[in-house]
């Protein structure tokens, strides 16, 4: 990476040390709202579109938009285990945790694929998100309305929600960076 690089990764990983200082003593918190009523369902994403091609299992069968607005079939990484990581543009901890995201995704984009789920704010902060922190090699999607949040009943963020090869929920909350790459590079083996 030339200069130009290393001081944006510099400057962004010392504004997001900041923020994440800021943030700590107001905290992240529970998303507001995202408290589901036992018992109720929300449908997924692409609910009225015909069932995926082949075998998916139930936790992948769900379809969306990327930020940049392309089609997305999770159905299309079953057999594979997955990463989901639900994040807001505005949290402290999801930017510290998207230097490593960044870092570990491309080597395991056939493996392990980690797909991104924003939401929680505006599309303009989620696509700056991106930018500023390197994630446009990672898919992302536009969940500004929660519906994947509901779905996989994330109530904070920054939560990655692990899916084996047999579409088991395997891992659903907070993981470090060096626990996120140690449990891909698991997976990926």
Do not use: N, Y
């Not at 944006?8 to 923020?19: E, F, Q, V």
């Not at 369902?41 to 769900?62: E, I, K, M, W, Y």
């Not at 639900?86 to 999801?94: I, L, T």
Request: charged residues 20%; contains cysteine; negative net charge.
């Amino acid at each position: 990476m030339g200069s130009a690089g290393t001081t944006r990764r510099s400057t962004g990983a010392l504004a997001a040390a900041l923020l994440a200082g800021v943030l700590a003593i107001s905290g992240c918190g529970p998303v507001p709202g995202a408290e589901s009523a036992p018992g109720t369902s929300t449908p997924a994403l692409g609910a009225a579109a015909s069932p995926p091609a082949g075998p998916a299992p139930d936790t992948l069968r769900f379809t969306g938009k990327t930020l940049e607005g392309a089609a997305f079939d999770a159905a299309t990484l079953a057999g594979r285990p997955v990463v989901l990581w639900f994040w807001a543009p505005w949290c402290a901890a999801c930017a510290s945790q998207a230097w490593t995201v960044a870092e570990i995704a491309p080597g395991f984009r056939d493996s392990v694929p980690i797909i991104g789920v924003a939401g929680l704010g505006e599309q303009q902060a989620m696509k700056e998100f991106v930018t500023e922190f390197e994630l446009e090699p990672v898919p992302q999607l536009d969940d500004r309305e929660g519906v994947l949040w509901r779905r996989f009943e994330v109530v904070e963020q920054s939560t990655f929600v692990i899916i084996d090869r047999e579409g088991r929920v395997i891992h659903q909350g907070w993981l470090d960076g060096e626990d996120l790459t140690r449990r891909v590079t698991e997976l990926a083996a």
